[in-house]
């Protein structure tokens, strides 16, 4: 029996349809899923300030989110409590022990990436006789003594010096970290970029 055109026309048309299909499919399968952006996860962050001419002088001051939840989380824990007339070295630890056996040292992380962070600091007014003012959260950015830079000489912040000034009894000493990736330049300010943590510690200075 001969095939007529009309089922010529069906037969190769069906053939062409599972091809079709095929196609698609293995066209799906192949697709790359796009990578999902890292989030830092912060469960302790301490402020420790180490007095420049009495290593035995260290004041620890805590912030701490056992679950980890997010940067607005973090719980105040201490106050800031530092001696008059006395130059300090800030610098931090913190770890995401959300895995307390296993904690991660996140602050090597922003070491690493210290190209895309930097810290910025507010304090009352006066607080210290070095850095003087206020800080530099606020629009006149006022001087802080970075003790660090990255690899484009811009401040980072794990390591800052404060020189104390005369007795407050309730003071605030407020710390950011932005994460500023692709767009940290030496005129980059705290509004630019995400906020890792914003911690606003009570300042007391005997």
């Not at 095929?22 to 996860?41: F, G, K, Q, Y």
């Not at 913190?94 to 990436?113: M, T, V, W, Y």
């Not at 006149?140 to 104390?164: A, K, Q």
Request: hydrophobic share 35%.
């Amino acid at each position: 029996m001969r095939t007529t055109m009309l089922e010529k026309v069906k037969k190769y048309g069906i053939y062409v349809l599972l091809l079709s299909v095929i196609l698609v499919t293995s066209c799906e399968d192949d697709e790359v899923p796009e990578a999902e952006n890292e989030v830092e996860v912060f469960t302790n962050v301490t402020l420790i300030f180490t007095n420049t001419a009495d290593a035995s002088d260290v004041v620890r001051a805590r912030a701490v989110d056992p679950d980890g939840t997010g940067a607005d989380e973090l719980e105040i824990r201490d106050n800031i409590t530092l001696s008059s007339g006395s130059t300090y070295t800030l610098t931090y630890e913190i770890l995401n022990a959300l895995i307390p056996s296993d904690p991660e040292d996140i602050g090597a992380e922003i070491l690493e990436e210290d190209n895309e962070h930097q810290f910025f600091f507010s304090f009352t007014n006066n607080a210290f006789t070095d850095p003087t003012g206020d800080g530099n959260r606020d629009a006149d950015g006022g001087p802080i003594n970075y003790n660090d830079e990255d690899e484009n000489n811009n401040p980072v912040g794990l390591s800052t010096n404060w020189t104390t000034g005369d007795p407050i009894t309730n003071g605030s000493f407020r710390v950011t970290l932005k994460h500023q990736p692709d767009i940290k330049t030496s005129t980059t300010t705290v509004l630019n970029g995400d906020t890792d943590f914003d911690l606003d510690f009570t300042l007391i200075i005997e």
